[in-house]
C-alpha cells in the first residue's frame, strides 16, 4: 500500500508548514509540557497518545480554555466506555463560541447563503446579542440545564443561535433538518422528550418553496412534553396557534448569561443512521466537544480569525455541529441553505469564491459528481482565497484527489477525512504540514492512538484490518439516550476488542503514516477469504462514463456459497448493453482483484441512502436474504422508501 503513490500529489511549502497552528503549538509544547522539537508531526502525534494527558492539558492552555472552577485531573478512571475527563472542572461551550464578540464585533461571524448566491453577514456582535435575548426568554421558558431544546430547521443562522442560546443555559440541543418526514423526526425526538422546539414554516430546495406546516403539527401533537413552540417564517406564513415568534424572543439587548456546567454535561443528542431500529441517541459534552473540536477546527484545520469556513450541510448532519464549532477558532463559517446542485452542478463552488471561503468542505460524492458533469471551478470562479478542500462523508477516490489538483489548483491541500457521528470528530484527516498522497487520508488525528487491527487484535501495518482507537478521546459518547445500564453504547463500539473502540470500518495504516479507508466493515466484500471494501469496488466502477452510481452486495447462501451482485443506476441515455457489462467487469478485474468481478450486473432506478446520504448496504443486504421490509431497515432513516420495493422484489422473484 505505502510503495503504490511513493510520490505525493502535494507538498506544504515551508512558509505553510512554518505559520501552521499546529507547527507553532508543537515549539510552545516543547518548552511547556516536554513536546518532542523535532520530528514534525509524526513525533508529536506519538507524544499526544503516549501522554495522553499532558497533551489534553496543552490543548486547553493553548486555546485559553476557561474553566468555571478548576479540574481535579485531566483523565480519572481511562477504560472505555465511561472514561472520566477533567473531573471538576466547570465551563460553557457557547461562551468560548462567542469570545470573538469582544473584540471583533462588527466583523461577521456568519454569513448566510440560500439558493441566490449572495451572501448575507450575521456580525459577532449581534450574534452574542441574539443569543442573550434568547437564552434569557428560554430561562423563562423554564428551560432548566438538562433540558432538551429541539429544532426542525434548516441551516439558517437562527438555528445557530438556538444552539448557542441552549448551551449557555445547559440546555441539551438536538436537531434535524426540514426535509426529515415525521416520522423520522418523531423516531428521534421522541427519545429524548424535548421542551422547546424551534421550528419554520418551510424551506427552499432546488428553487421550489416546500411547505412543513403540517409536519409542525404533527410534531406537536405527538410532543407532549413541549412546553413552547418558536415560529421561524423563513416562507413568510404566519406561526400557529400558540406559537411564540421567533423575532419577540431575539430583539432584547441583553448580555449572554452562560452557565457554568460540569466538562460531562450533554451538549447535544446526535442521532446514528438507524438503518434499523430507533436511531441511536448519542451524547457528547460540552467539555469533551469544547476541547475536541479546538484541536480539530484550529490545530488540524488551521483555522483561525481570519479564515471563512464553509461546509456543504444539514442541520441534520453531524458536520453542522462541526461546522459551528467554528465559532470556538474565532472562524466566519458561511451557512448555506439549499440545494448542492442548484441551479447547477458548480453552484458549491460559486458559493465558495462569493464568500472568499479559506476551507471549503464537501461531500466525496459531489466531487465525483462535478467531475462527471464536466465542471472546471478554476476556470469559471475565482477560488484564489481557498486553501484546502476537505471531504468526508465517503471515501474520496484516487480520481476525486486527481480532478482537485487540476481542475482546482496543484498547490491546493487536499484533506480527506474520515470520522463519525459517534465522535463528532475525524479519526484521521487534514494535517496542514505533511504531503498529501492520493487516495490517503494524511495521518490519524493527535490524541487518537488510531491502528488497524487483525481478526486476532493485533495491529497491522500496509494490511486491510478494522479501525480501532486504542485510547479515550474527549468527544466519545457519555451515553446513548435511553440506554440506562449502557448495554447499547457498550455493543456499539465495545463488543469485538473489549476495553478498544471499533468502528466498523476497514482501513489501511500505511508504512509511511498515512490512512486509507476501504468502506464499513460490517458490509465487506469476502470472495474466497479475500476482503475488499465496497468503496474500493465503487471508485472503480464509478469512473465509468454510463454509471451515475453503484451499490454492490455480498450474500452469504445457505449451501455454503457466495452470490456478489452490483446494482447499477445508470447516468441518462446509458444502456446496460453487452459492451457495458464487459467493461464493468473487465474495470474490475483488471484494477482490483478477479475474485470480484460480480456474478451479476443488475440495473436499479435507483440507489437508496439514508438522510445523510450514505448508501445503505446492509439493510439491502437483509432484504435479499429474505429479511421483511419493515424488519430490515427503519422506513423514515431512507432517503427514498420506494427504491427498497425493487430489492424486495428482487428477492421474491429470487427465492
Known amino acids: ?24 503549538f508543537q515549539t510552545w509544547a516543547a518548552e511547556r509540557h516536554g513536546a518532542p522539537s523535532t520530528g514534525g508531526y509524526p513525533a508529536l502525534h506519538r507524544w499526544s497518545v503516549d501522554e495522553l494527558e499532558t497533551f489534553w492539558t496543552a490543548v486547553t492552555e493553548w486555546f485559553d480554555v476557561r474553566f468555571s472552577t478548576p479540574y481535579a485531573r485531566v483523565l480519572g478512571d481511562r477504560s472505555m466506555p465511561g472514561a472520566q475527563w477533567f473531573a471538576g472542572a466547570t465551563l460553557n461551550y ?10 471583533r464585533a462588527d466583523e461577521p461571524a456568519l454569513l448566510y447563503v440560500d439558493e441566490t448566491h ?9 450574534l452574542r446579542r441574539q443569543v442573550g435575548s434568547l437564552a434569557a426568554e428560554l430561562r423563562a421558558l423554564g428551560v432548566r440545564p438538562g433540558d432538551r431544546v429541539s429544532g426542525y430547521l434548516p441551516n439558517i443562522p437562527q438555528a445557530v443561535v438556538a444552539l448557542l ?3 449557555a443555559v445547559g440546555g441539551v440541543w438536538t436537531s434535524c433538518a426540514p426535509d426529515f418526514g415525521a ?22 430546495y432546488g428553487g421550489k418553496e416546500h411547505d412543513r406546516r403540517d409536519v409542525v403539527a404533527e410534531l406537536r401533537r405527538e410532543l407532549p412534553t413541549l412546553r413552547a413552540v418558536v415560529h421561524i417564517p423563513l416562507l413568510g406564513t404566519e406561526g400557529p396557534e400558540g406559537a411564540l415568534e421567533w423575532s419577540a424572543l431575539t430583539t432584547a439587548n441583553e448580555e449572554p448569561v452562560f452557565e457554568p456546567v460540569p466538562f460531562d454535561h450533554p451538549l447535544w443528542v446526535l442521532y446514528s443512521s438507524g438503518t434499523t431500529g430507533l436511531p441511536k441517541a448519542i451524547v457528547q459534552s460540552q467539555g469533551g466537544i469544547l476541547v475536541e473540536h479546538l484541536k480539530q477546527l484550529g490545530l488540524h484545520c488551521d483555522l483561525g480569525p481570519d479564515d471563512r469556513f464553509f461546509w456543504y450541510t444539514s442541520t441534520g448532519w453531524m458536520m453542522w455541529n462541526f461546522l459551528v464549532s467554528g465559532l470556538l477558532t474565532g472562524t466566519t463559517i458561511v ?10 452542478t458548480a453552484a458549491q463552488w460559486r458559493i465558495a469564491e462569493r464568500t472568499g471561503a479559506t476551507l471549503y468542505g464537501t461531500s466525496a460524492a459531489y466531487v465525483m459528481a462535478c467531475r462527471k458533469a464536466g465542471v472546471h471551478p478554476s476556470r469559471d470562479f475565482d477560488l484564489s482565497t481557498v486553501q484546502c478542500v476537505a471531504t468526508t462523508g465517503s471515501p474520496l ?7 482537485l489538483h487540476d481542475e482546482v489548483r496543484d498547490d491546493l491541500w487536499i484533506a480527506s477525512v474520515s470520522g463519525g457521528t459517534d465522535v463528532c470528530s475525524c479519526f484521521a484527516g487534514a494535517v496542514p504540514t505533511l504531503p498529501v498522497h492520493t487516495g490517503e487520508l494524511q495521518a490519524p488525528g493527535l490524541g487518537t492512538d488510531l491502528q488497524s487491527w487483525d481478526a486476532d487484535g493485533h495491529p497491522v501495518i ?41 468502528h466498523g470500518d476497514w482501513i489501511t495504516v500505511t508504512s509511511r503514516g498515512s490512512v486509507v479507508i476501504h468502506g464499513r466493515s460490517d458490509s465487506t466484500l469476502n470472495r474466497q477469504g479475500v476482503r475488499m471494501g465496497s468503496a474500493d469496488i465503487y471508485e472503480v466502477v464509478e469512473r465509468l462514463p454510463e454509471i451515475k452510481e453503484s451499490l454492490v452486495i455480498g450474500i452469504e447462501q445457505p449451501d455454503g456459497g457466495y452470490w456478489m451482485p452490483l446494482f447499477v443506476h445508470l447516468a441518462p441515455g446509458a444502456a446496460l448493453d453487452e459492451a457495458l457489462l464487459g467493461r464493468i467487469k473487465q474495470a474490475i478485474r483488471e484494477q482490483l482483484s478477479p475474485r470480484h468481478v460480480p456474478d451479476e450486473v443488475i440495473e436499479v432506478p435507483g440507489v437508496p441512502h439514508t438522510l445523510t446520504g450514505k448508501r445503505i448496504e446492509v439493510p439491502v443486504k437483509r432484504l435479499l436474504q429474505g429479511t421483511p421490509l419493515e424488519k430490515a431497515v427503519n422506513p423514515g432513516s431512507i432517503d427514498n422508501l420506494d427504491l427498497l420495493h425493487f430489492y424486495e422484489e428482487l428477492a421474491r422473484n429470487r427465492t
Request: hydrophobic fraction near 35%; aromatic fraction near 12%; glycine fraction near 6%.
Open 165 to 167: 442560546a441552549t448551551a
Open 183 to 204: 416520522r423520522s423526526v418523531l423516531d428521534r425526538f421522541q427519545q429524548v422528550e424535548p421542551v422547546v422546539l424551534f421550528t419554520v414554516d418551510g424551506y427552499r
Open 1 to 24: 500500500m505505502s510503495t503504490l503513490n511513493p510520490e505525493p500529489l502535494w507538498r506544504p511549502d515551508p512558509q505553510r508548514i512554518a505559520r501552521a497552528q499546529v507547527t507553532r
Open 462 to 502: 500496509d494490511e486491510v484490518g478494522e479501525l480501532v482507537v486504542t485510547n479515550p478521546m474527549p468527544s466519545m459518547p457519555v451515553r446513548f439516550w435511553n440506554d440506562p445500564d449502557g448495554s447499547r453504547y457498550h455493543d456499539s463500539y465495545f463488543d469485538t476488542y473489549p476495553g478498544v473502540w471499533r
Open 94 to 103: 457557547a461562551e468560548h463560541a462567542l469570545r470573538a464578540a469582544t473584540t
Open 397 to 403: 477516490p484516487p480520481d476525486g484527489f486527481r480532478w
Open 335 to 344: 451557512l448555506y441553505d439549499g440545494s448542492p446542485g442548484y441551479p447547477d
Open 118 to 126: 449572495e451572501p448575507q453577514p450575521v456580525t459577532w456582535g449581534d
